[in-house]
T-cell receptor, first 114, second 114 residues
Framework: NAGVTQTPKFRILKIGQSMTLQCTQD?????MYWYRQDPGMGLKLIYY???????DKGEVPNGYNVSRSTTEDFPLRLELAAPSQTSVYFC?????????????FGPGTRLTVL | AQKITQTQPGMFVQEKEAVTLDCTYD???????LFWYKQPSSGEMIFLIY??????QNATEGRYSLNFQKARKSANLVISASQLGDSAMYFC???????????FGKGTSLLVTP
């Protein structure tokens, strides 16, 4: 049981390049999330999904896109990378929504845009 | 909007002593959940403890306990018998009963000294 896995671990992009951050969970969780963590800050929600085919914006969605074609996978797409997108990206999943329900986090992807 | 405030940017504690990390929150919801996560220097997010807004007793998990004072809207984390491995960033987070995302505070850096 691997939990939540993310690839790559590190990436350097040039301004204007595109890339996809991969996220996979093997816990059969319906709910999945993408957060970003800027230096010295807590995590902020980019996008979330409550099930395959259903996604919605979080607090900071600009510059990103997501899709959810399967329960297991929730990739995050950066179309035109900007220096402001330099951050650590965390994918998470949970069995349930609402007040309870622990969110399990992946190890993170450290992205630098130069 | 939900807001989480962690007023202690950094804390020191001696090994084997207890330490309290402060967290206050702002919400008009009746149903919500409060979480604490640990982020060591390696970067992963580790779930520590959860408290539901309707739980009458304070949550405990091993050396971690959550001092929940609903009227004061505070959810302080108490770590007993600190260990060197407890040195890390600690994040308080809240999730609405009707929501999905975790809203994080800015974190408290804890350093445990010998």
């Amino acid at each position: 049981n691997a939990g939540v896995t993310q690839t790559p671990k590190f990436r350097i992009l040039k301004i204007g390049q595109s890339m996809t951050l991969q996220c996979t969970q093997d816990m059969n969780h319906n709910y999945m999330y993408w957060y970003r963590q800027d230096p010295g800050m807590g995590l902020k929600l980019i996008y979330y999904s409550v099930g395959a085919g259903i996604t919605d914006k979080g607090e900071v969605p600009n510059g990103y896109n997501v899709s959810r074609s399967t329960t297991e996978d929730f990739p995050l797409r950066l179309e035109l990378a900007a220096p402001s997108q330099t951050s650590v990206y965390f994918c998470a999943s949970s069995l349930s929504g609402g007040a309870g329900g622990e969110q399990f986090f992946g190890p993170g992807t450290r992205l630098t845009v130069l | 909007a939900q807001k989480i405030t962690q007023t202690q940017p950094g804390m020191f504690v001696q090994e084997k002593e207890a330490v309290t990390l402060d967290c206050t929150y702002d919400t008009s919801d009746q149903s919500y959940g409060l979480f604490w996560y640990k982020q060591p220097s390696s970067g992963e997010m580790i779930f520590l403890i959860y408290q539901g807004s309707y739980d009458e007793q304070n949550a405990t998990e091993g050396r971690y306990s959550l001092n929940f004072q609903k009227a004061r809207k505070s959810a302080n984390l108490v770590i007993s018998a600190s260990q060197l491995g407890d040195s890390a960033m600690y994040f308080c987070a809240m999730r609405r009963g009707s929501g999905y995302a975790l809203n994080f505070g800015k974190g408290t850096s804890l350093l445990v000294t010998p």
